[in-house]
């Protein structure tokens, strides 16, 4: 893998400790809050002691959870990359 993508993906929403790292240029309304979510092997995270499916695919990796007064937003990036030969014609 090359050094540029591992420094994209290292400068992705979550510090390396699944802290969440907001952008300075976000607003957000009154009342809302970033939180940091590990999703369970199940594809489960909880929140306010109830359970919430996102996604088995997303297992083992931290999710940002904005939580706003009256909903509860799940954002994430799904790092990509992908490499593949080329034929010589």
């Not at 359970?51 to 940002?64: C, D, M, N, T, V």
């Amino acid at each position: 893998m090359s050094k540029a993508i591992q420094a994209s993906r290292q400068a992705s929403t979550h510090g390396e400790d699944g802290e969440v790292c907001a952008s300075p240029s976000m607003s957000l309304p009154d009342g809302t809050a970033i939180l940091s979510r590990k999703v369970a092997r199940s594809g489960h995270i909880s929140y306010d002691g109830r359970p919430y499916f996102i996604s088995k695919s997303l297992a083992g990796r931290y999710i940002r959870l904005i939580v706003a007064p009256d909903r509860l937003i799940v954002d994430t990036a799904i790092p990509l990359h992908k490499e593949y030969p080329l034929a010589e014609a």
